[in-house]
């Protein structure tokens, strides 16, 4: 029952291959933060040279922050498979967020760094991008939620990965209590209400 889930659409290879990038770069930038980050240090933690790190980002800056610039998602553009279990798909979106996101909050601080223009409102517009985005797969479970009731709930979710990650060193033992707090509260939502309890726990357990 695994779910590639991709809320912004078909794979791009090199967004993805951008995005891994990231995720290679991010222990250096927690180290020594934007500023005091070399590209040559970058280049090396993702097994490149300079000039193949530049293939795929004009700058470091543009490497730093990457991940937060795209995409943009907004209710109608988030993508939900139809093939695919809704339940299927929630569940992968919650492993998504908790992989995801101590990158992503690592990303919204080196903007900061860099001194974003607007970045307090930056910061917000994509904490929100992101409540879309789970409100989006929670009214896919149960369609005849209205969105505000959807993003409500997500944003319950939202604040349970958040404080779980505020220094982006997730541990296994976080990792599981995280998500089986955001697993808790969706059941209360969504259980027997819009799913069957034996369909929603074994979508959650991934059998």
């Known amino acids: 029952m695994e779910a590639d889930v991709r809320p912004w659409g078909t794979p791009d290879p090199l967004d993805t291959r951008r995005r891994e990038l990231f995720h290679l770069a991010a222990p250096v930038f927690r180290a020594h933060g934007y500023r005091g980050t070399t590209i040559k240090a970058l280049s090396h933690a993702c097994h490149l040279s300079p000039a193949g790190l530049y293939h795929y980002f004009d700058s470091k800056a543009d490497l730093a922050t990457y991940i937060v610039r795209q995409p943009h998602l907004d209710w109608r553009t988030v993508y939900v498979d139809s093939a695919i279990d809704p339940v299927v798909q929630l569940r992968g979106l919650i492993d998504l967020a908790i992989r995801e996101l101590p990158d992503f909050l690592l990303a919204l601080d080196l903007a900061e760094e860099l001194e974003v223009p607007g970045m307090a409102h930056f910061r917000r517009g994509l904490l929100a991008e992101g409540n879309t ?13 209205t969105p505000e009731a959807a993003r409500d709930l997500a944003g319950l979710v939202l604040a349970l990965l958040v404080g779980s990650h505020e220094t982006g060193d997730a541990v296994p033992a976080t990792v599981a209590t995280t998500r089986e707090r955001i697993v808790r509260v969706l059941r209360a939502e969504l ?8 369909r ?3 979508a959650m357990a991934g059998t």
């Open 133 to 145: 985005v789970i409100g989006r797969y929670i009214a896919a479970v149960r369609p005849g939620m």
């Open 191 to 198: 259980v027997p209400i819009a799913v069957e309890s034996a």
């Open 200 to 202: 929603f726990d074994r």
